[in-house]
């Protein structure tokens, strides 16, 4: 282990600590906002350390939490349950029988699913970290950018959707993991990691542009080899064998990455269109939820819903349609006005790396940097940092999901839909911070009572200061750029686990 991943280690294991330490301080000091959210009635007892945990980690089950902690409790039953997609529960239901089976004598169902939320979560976390700085050292060749671009994420704005019963942290741990083995040249592995990735959130499904693209770029770099190197009759053969074997991974590949939704989305039409249940099996409490609620279940005897009639029946877009109200521009309303504010800093990171990058490398991305540019040609290594070629698609992709889910989402939900999504806003954040952070220079600043130290007193090398940490301290002193960043990541941080965890608005 490297000193810069025992590094970030080191500090993920702080933010997690008191994340859930604040939330825990925090759900006990203010009292719960009676929202109408999802609450279902408890058909369990509970048990002897139930009230206990309850105490301790119940502001991580409040709004969506509940959805997910109800369907790893007892399966899927009302049609917008389908709206969450089912591998985080299915991780935290095999914690809760196997991990954590030995507290079931003190614990209910439920609470062994709160701590299950609480391990498994912190531990997702860690690993998408280290994933992100895996990717990060990969794409970004720069070791600083990459480290302190994996420090921002631990203290990601979307912080309280990683620590709380959301499938955040899952789908980060996935999508790095998986991106990195993509660039790596494991296409297959990478194809594994990303389509686990699209069980547990639709978006996933945006990965499949990684999977067309990076592999687009590898069969181009061949048919160059191929043009300078084969004898003119093997030259055809070894074009034709490219494109097969590009063609071949892209379906393949695709393929595996959208099975997870497709299946899903068959379950869920077997599930009401037909149906094999009826009305008396389901729990009396759970029936009344629904009667009460306007919430559909599976029955047998009655009539199906009329979107098994479509031509393409997907749950997924119904429940959006018509419980969330998602949909082109529908968002757009002077009441909304709060919620485009509380997105604009994420929506502000994303437009300012892809005008940053468009500006460094216009004629690269204008050929969608497919093949050398004048600008590149004869160089043997690209610039390191963030405007490294291999950013592109990376740019692309952020920049796809900042105008889907501005034009077509519930705008508010940006934040944790591209922090957990994309490495986009950590690097252009940490760019933007070496660019303009002259506590962050190699070189002396002008004021030497404020340099950051790497070096121990002796003069001998230690474990590299956390930048992040260092910076706090002298928050008054830094840079216009420094304070905004920091005071975007810290108070939403703060701001997350206040208002979500006693379900108050917030992203």
């Not at 029988?97 to 701590?115: A, D, F, N, Q």
């Not at 940490?469 to 304070?483: G, M, N, Y």
Request: net charge positive; charged share 15%.
């Amino acid at each position: 282990m490297t000193m810069d991943v025992r590094a970030v280690l080191e500090f993920a294991t702080v933010t997690r600590g008191l994340s859930l330490l604040l939330q825990a301080l925090l759900n006990a000091a203010i009292p719960d906002h009676e929202a109408d959210a999802f609450r279902p009635p408890r058909t369990e007892e509970p048990l002897y350390l139930d009230s206990a945990v309850e105490w301790l980690l119940g502001g991580l089950s409040h709004w969506d939490a509940e959805h997910f902690l109800f369907i790893a409790e007892g399966g899927y039953l009302y049609e917008h349950n389908f709206a969450f997609f089912p591998l985080f529960p299915v991780v935290l239901r095999g914690l809760a029988e196997t991990l954590l089976w030995p507290l079931s004598g003190w614990l209910s169902v439920r609470g062994r699913l709160l701590v299950a939320v609480a391990l498994g979560n912190s531990a997702l976390f860690l690993l998408s970290v280290v994933a992100l700085y895996a990717l990060s050292r990969l794409v970004l060749q720069d070791r600083r950018l990459a480290l302190l671009s994996s420090l921002l994420y631990c203290i990601t704005p979307a912080n309280v959707f990683m620590t709380a019963g959301y499938s955040e942290s899952l789908f980060a741990a996935l999508t790095f993991g998986g991106l990195f083995l993509l660039e790596k040249g494991f296409t297959f592995r990478a194809c594994l990691a990303l389509s686990i990735a699209t069980a547990a959130r639709s978006n996933g499904l945006v990965n499949i542009g990684f999977l067309l693209y990076l592999p687009s770029l590898h069969a181009i770099s061949q048919i160059r080899v191929y043009r300078t190197t084969s004898k003119a009759p093997l030259k055809v053969f070894h074009y034709i064998l490219a494109i097969i074997r590009l063609l071949l991974t892209s379906l393949l590949g695709t393929a595996i990455i959208a099975l997870p939704f497709c299946a899903f989305q068959y379950y869920g039409y077997r599930t009401f269109c037909t149906p094999s249940v009826s009305l008396e099996s389901i729990p009396p409490a759970l029936l009344s939820l629904a009667e009460r609620k306007g919430y559909r279940v599976p029955d047998e005897n009655g009539p199906p819903p009329l979107w098994c009639m479509r031509p393409l029946p997907l749950l997924y877009s119904h429940i959006q349609d018509v419980y969330w109200d998602v949909g082109f521009l529908r968002y757009f309303e002077l009441k909304q006005i709060p919620n485009f504010i509380l997105a604009l800093p994420m929506a502000t990171l994303g437009i300012m790396a892809v005008y940053a990058y468009f500006q460094a490398n216009p004629e690269l991305c204008l050929r969608l940097g497919l093949w050398e540019t004048s600008a590149t040609k004869g160089l043997d290594k690209p610039t390191p940092g963030f405007f490294n070629p291999r950013v592109f698609v990376y740019v692309v992709h952020s920049t796809v999901l900042l105008v889907f889910g501005t034009l077509c989402m519930h705008v508010q939900v940006l934040t944790r839909f591209m922090a957990s999504s994309s490495p986009v806003p950590f690097w252009i954040s940490a760019h933007l911070l070496l660019l303009n952070e002259p506590l962050l220079h190699r070189r002396k600043t002008s004021n030497p009572n404020v340099q950051l130290q790497t070096h121990s007193r002796n003069g001998c090398k230690h474990t590299p200061q956390n930048p992040i940490i260092a910076l706090l301290p002298h928050f008054k002193t830094c840079s216009p750029i420094t304070q905004s960043i920091l005071g975007y990541f810290l108070s939403y941080w703060v701001l997350g686990l206040t208002l979500h965890c006693n379900f108050l608005p917030w992203t």
